[in-house]
Each structure stands twice: as C-alpha cells, then as structure tokens.
DNA sequence: GTGAAAGCGCTAACAC
DNA sequence: GTGTTAGCGCTTTCAC
C-alpha cells in the first residue's frame, strides 16, 4: 500500500541509495540530471514519503525538541510558545509541546517523555517545585536543556531583565511622588517573582524608602484580588504593585469593590504588559507595567537551542507608563 | 554510552526478546520471576530506555496523534488542546500540537509534518480557508481524521449544538422583550458562525421577527467593537448579539464608547463561554452567553479518536443569563 | 555516477 | 520458559 523507498528505486531503475541520495541533496556535485529526474518523477507517481521512524533510526538524530510550560491556557505562555515554534518549525525541527499544568508530577512525566522520544534538545519553563531529577536524567543523556523566562538550577536561561525592570518602575512610581507603598509578589520558587521583588526593592533602598507591606500571590488573578482587599482594610497605602499583570487586574477589582477610585485615590502597577488580552482593553485607565518580549524570548531560546550556543541571555524590557499611576499631589 | 536492548540482555544474562517481552508485558503467564527479577535490575543500572524510533519502525505504529488548531493563543482553544491532552497522554500516546495561526498554507503544511511524522489520527479545528486537499492527502493514507468545534466537507465531527443552543439564546431575547436586533457574526467559512446565526433565526422566525441588522465580524475582539459602532451609529437597535463572547466584548467597549449603558440602553449577548479568563471578571454586568463545553469536547474527540469511533457527536451546551440582558420596560 | 551490503534498535514468529 | 533469526525502512560507507 504505501511505497518504500526499494519501490521508488525500483520504479526508477535505480538503487535505493540513489534514491535516497535525491531525497537528501546528496546529489549535488555528480548525478545525471536525466537520474535524478526520473527518480523525482518515481517519488510523485508512487506519492512517495519517507518513514520518519527508519531514518530517525539510522540517522541517529530525530529532530525533536521539546517545549515544556506551566500552563499552556496562560497567554503569556502562549506567546513564548508561538515564539519557540516560529523558530523550530521552520528549521524543519518537530517539537513536541507539554503543558505541566502547574503539576511538577505532571511536568516529571512530560519530561521523561521527551527522554523516551530522544529530544535532542528541551526547553523548559519550570513550574514553581521542578522535580530537579528529571531534569537531570535528560541532561545526563547529552540532552541539551534551555530554561527560559525562569531560572532554577544551574541550567542556561533565557529570560527577561526583570530585576532591572522593576527598579526602573519603582522609580518611576517614587517619581510620580508614590510613597506608602504595597507590593504583591509571586511565588517564592519562581526567579521572576523573587527578581521583580529585588528590583523593586532596588529602587526603594536608592531612595531610603521601604513597602508599607509585602504580600505573596500566586501569579493568578485571585491571588491578587484577595491579597489586595488584605492591603486595602488593613493599611493605608497610596500604590498597590503587583508583579504581574494578572495580579494586577484582581488588584483593580478589589480597589473598585473597596469604593476606590484608581488613579485618584490609589496608585496601581503591574508587570508582564500581556496587552494583547483584549479584554485587558476594557480597562480604564491603562495599567502601568513593565514590557516583557515574551515572543522574542521564545525564539532567543529556540535559536540558541538549536545553534548550541551556551550560557544564558537576557532580553531587554521596557516600562509602559499607563494612567493607573500617576503624578500625587502631596497631600501633607 | 547509551544502553541498547543487548547490551541489557547480556547484563542479565538473557537473549534480547526476552527483555523485550519484560518490557511490553508478554511475560503475562511464562516467565520465571527470578529471570523478570534480573532484567529489571539490570534495566535500572543501566538506566535503558528503548529507541522509540527502532520501536515504532519495527512495530508500524507511532502511537503519535496531531492536533491543529487556529489559535493556539486563543483561550478558548488552549482549554480545546487541555483536554485532548489529558485522554490521549493518559493512553501512552504522543500528542503533536500544531498552532496553523489562521493560516491555511501554514495549517496544510502542519498537515503534511503529521503525514510525515506517520501520526495514527488528527484531531483539526480546521481554519477558515482549509487546504482540503491537505487533509485528503492523510485520508488516503489511511490516517483517522476527527474534526473538533467545526464542520467541514464530509469528516466527522465533535462539536457543540450550535443552533439549538443559539435558538434558545434568541428565544430568551425575545421573551426578556428584546425587539429591535442587530446581530454579529463569525467568518462566514466557519460551522460555528453560521450555525450561531443559523439558530438565533429560527427563533426569531418562530416569533415572526427579523434582525434590524446583521454584520459580520472575525470572532476577534475588534471586529467586534467595530461592527457594533456601525451598528450603534446607524441602526436603532435594542440588543446587540455577537456570535462570540470576544466580539461580544468588543460590542460592549463599542457601547461604552458611545455613551450609552447597559443594559439600561441597550442588551447585549454573546456566545462561548469561557469566563476562565480572569479579566472578564471585570465585567459588570456579566455577559448574557451560552456555556460551551470546550474542555469535554477536546476530552471527547480524542476518546473517539483513539477508540476508533466513527460517525460525529454533537454535545449540549447551556444557556447562561447575565445581567448584560433584562427585562425590558417596554417604551412605546 | 551508481550499486551492493551492512546495520541502526527493536519485536515477533518460530524453534526447542 | 527462553533463544534464534529475520526484517521493519532507511542511509552510508565502500566498491567499481
């Protein structure tokens, strides 16, 4: 039913060899032209394709790599995807995409997976508990294993400069004249989380000044909201900074239900700038944020990764100034 | 290096099937413990794991299925791939997720990759121009192609009852005393839009009504908010229906944007569902809409893929009331 | 310029 | 119960 590469051959009048000599380029210095265009017309009449399998076999080498998230319903993740395969499917590269969901079981599994499916190389955004051990048995094969977006490990990473963005918009909010500040981070395991808090922490100390309080979120648009409302009754801050836009978001809601107003009464700040929400268009004013290329970082990691450059990266971000912060009047 | 199969056997003091059948279970009722005992160990210390490629090449079978979809950044497909992940990695197969980004010659040449990659089933959410021939060409290799969400040529298919569902949304306009209705819908190539737009009919003509006005929009966001000013510039309407809930939201911006409230002014209803999104929260009042089950749907069409179903499946969906639509006071 | 032959790692039919 | 053998489809020396 399906042709091998002996049928083509033989329908050519050919060897196999040759055959697959055309199928590879092989053919480029010494080949009859009349040779090679018969076998071409061979492989379209027999509707010809190679088993991927057979050459993955011989050859060695399976042209896979695999891409690894958190969560593949998050946008932002979404995005770095759409990067990576950018990238690798147009080096004729087959990547193989694993949504973790958050669950380090489930990232282990995946992981493994790719082990068994002899990626040639992986890259990885590691959910917040990384069962290290799998890691390392990809590695320990000669797989070459890229992090992106989060550091963990000893691993090359490609990520955004987040330390140094968030010091940029903590003194973009002391600025604007911002002084009783909250900020909600993100998970302690998760390096961007810890990097943004530094940076942040970065552009206080410059200036003498520190959080009225720091509280812990979980990266989510609850996390945040709830975190918020704690902030709101239980101190009196005039900035509320997230450390991403999805906190960001539940951050306003909670403002609005505590009967506040944003920018009058309260400063809002965010950090991920994932506009391409469409629904983030509702929102009036605009966030103040920090611009990550996540696009762009999902193809730095995927062109590294496959052109074996080592050592780690970081993009740079930029702050996008929106109406949620804006210049205070002291009111002392 | 790498441990082979013989090289597993040896250590264990056996021939190479003998692993083999260790490894694949058909060592159900003969085989003396102590042997299974010994080449288990000697699996473990030599850290093996088969080639996947000798495997697939030797048993003709991948165990490796496609899934395509249009977007693989819109929400809504994100939680389509979730749960056709969670069946078929569950089976012990490789899923190959392919984003075509509404491309159709990128969506044909994902096709062609699946072809080559010898997957054993495609799941494809076709885009709106798809390269049929495409999907013929894996058709006639004996490929098991399983639409999900739309229809198209004669495959069969997973989707939701669109028009049934779409009726009963028209139905509860017009019983809420919604007259005068300007309707928006989906790319005219697509199952869902028409079947939408298809439904919302029959029950207007049931009533005996007719739209005041029917656009056309591309399921995003904009086209959404466009196709609503026109509307709210032109028409006098008393409800606006979007074929989706991102248009939807794109009407109720356009809506703002003209000064008028809802649903003091005017009503507004969408379709879809997928109130995941943390930033729909926002909303107030919440989105008339229609609840589809898009988790179940990816579940149930790789169960169907995988189990050799033939023949399509249509799934319920449910009417879900939001204060975007309420009783109406009649004016006049 | 092209062909013959070997073998990638695995599994299954058939021996014993 | 376990081993021997052949071969899945391809690529790549090495001949000539």
Tied chains: 1, 2.
């Excluded at 061979?42 to 050459?55: C, F, G, H, M, N």
């Excluded at 990576?84 to 990547?95: A, K, L, W, Y």
């Excluded at 490990?153 to 973009?172: C, I, K, T, Y």
């Excluded at 975190?227 to 900074?241: F, M, N, P, T």
């Amino acid at each position: 039913m399906r042709a091998t590469i002996r049928e083509v051959a033989e329908h050519a009048g050919v060897a196999p060899c040759t055959v697959s000599r055309v199928l590879n380029g092989h053919d480029a210095e010494h080949m009859r032209p009349e040779t090679k265009e018969r076998i071409l017309t061979s492989i379209r009449e027999l509707d010809y394709t190679p088993v991927k399998a057979a050459q993955r076999l011989r050859r060695q080498r399976t042209h896979a790599v695999g891409i690894v998230v958190p969560d593949i319903t998050n946008l932002y993740f979404a995005l770095l995807i759409r990067g990576v395969e950018s990238i690798v499917f147009d080096r004729g590269f087959t990547s193989l995409i694993c949504d973790s969901s958050h669950d380090p079981r489930r990232e282990a599994r995946y992981l493994d997976m790719l082990l068994a499916e002899d990626a040639e190389g992986v890259l990885l955004v590691p959910s917040g508990r990384v069962d290290m051990s799998a890691v390392e048995r990809l590695a320990a094969r000669g797989v070459r294993i890229m992090l992106v977006d989060r550091r963990v490990g000893g691993f090359p990473v490609v990520e955004a400069n987040n330390r140094g963005a968030s010091r940029a918009l903590g003194e973009h909010l002391l600025r604007l004249g911002y002084r009783r500040l909250a900020y909600i981070s993100g998970p302690a395991e998760v390096s961007t989380a810890e990097d943004r808090l530094r940076g942040f922490r970065d552009a206080l100390d410059a200036a003498g000044a520190t959080f009225v309080t720091i509280r812990r979120g979980a990266f989510t648009f609850e996390s945040g909201f709830d975190a918020a409302r704690h902030v709101l009754r239980h101190e009196k801050v005039d900035a509320i900074v997230a450390a991403n836009d999805l906190m960001a978001f539940g951050v306003l809601r909670a403002v609005e239900e505590e009967g506040l107003s944003v920018p009058r009464d309260i400063g809002v700040a965010g950090f991920d700038h994932v506009p391409h929400v469409p629904y983030a268009t509702f929102l009036r004013p605009e966030l103040t944020t920090v611009d990550v290329p996540v696009h762009e970082m999902g193809c730095e990691a995927a062109r590294r990764l496959l052109d074996g450059a080592d050592g780690s990266l970081q993009l740079a971000t930029h702050l996008v100034p929106g109406g949620t912060c804006v210049v205070q009047r002291r009111t002392e």
